[in-house]
């Protein structure tokens, strides 16, 4: 069984810059849009999109090929968001809710592929932008009302982390403050931490005995 890891973040507030201190043989990045990464590193990044074009293949079916055959520890999906956002452009001419419901399935079944079909030792982190809900709480973005109103896509994480920025730094949130969707196991995390993802990835592997 897999871990999936939510990381919440407006852009530029340090998601992807999170993945700095990691090392190729210990974490895979696989880009869903083409950018490349915003530090100096010898991490390599597989972009999806494109290459899910260039094969005419299904994203997600791409990405979870993509995932069995890694051999590093931990994957970072960069921009999740964007996973709905393009299937969302590419049935634009399309008329009817059932769009809507396609869309939700494959994201849902994509995070259930995580949890059911990945070996126990594998975390998966989904980087993915935030939107602010009707009551005012910051949670994750989504397209259409299913994801939401049927499923609640925090619930199907344990982990939750909420990034912020200042001038003077970037860190995550590790626990809901009443403005958020950010949660962690108890004593697995400091409430606020730098925002070092390695850091997280160590936390977990610890607090579950994950070799």
């Known amino acids: 069984m897999g871990i999936p890891v939510m990381i919440l973040g407006e852009s530029g507030s ?3 810059t ?8 210990k974490l895979g990045v696989i880009g869903v849009v083409g950018k490349p990464l915003p530090f100096r590193s010898k991490l390599s990044v597989y972009y999806l999109d494109k290459s899910a074009r260039e094969k005419k293949i299904n994203r997600y079916d791409l990405l979870k090929n993509c995932l069995i055959a890694s051999k590093v520890p931990s994957i970072a999906i ?39 079909d990945l070996p126990e030792n594998k975390i998966v982190y989904f980087l993915h932008h935030l ?3 009707d009551d005012g709480h ?4 989504t397209i259409g009302k299913m994801l939401d109103s049927q499923l609640t896509v925090e619930g199907m994480f344990t982990i939750v982390l909420m990034c912020t ?6 860190k995550f949130i590790t626990q809901n403050d009443g403005t958020s969707t950010a949660k962690s196991p108890i004593d697995m995390l400091p409430l606020e931490m730098d925002n070092d993802l390695k850091a997280v990835d160590d936390a ?6 994950i070799k």
């Open 131 to 133: 939107e602010t809900a």
């Open 14 to 16: 340090g998601k992807t």
């Open 204 to 209: 977990i592997r610890n607090y579950y005995e």
């Open 78 to 116: 960069d921009d999740s968001q964007y996973l709905l956002a393009f299937d969302s452009f590419d049935m634009a001419k399309i008329k009817g809710y059932e769009k809507f419901t396609n869309m939700a399935v494959s994201f849902k079944e994509l995070i259930d592929f995580v949890i059911n």
């Open 165 to 170: 920025a200042d001038k003077q730094s970037h």
């Open 138 to 141: 910051y949670k994750v973005k």
């Open 18 to 25: 999170s993945l700095r201190n990691f090392t190729p043989d």
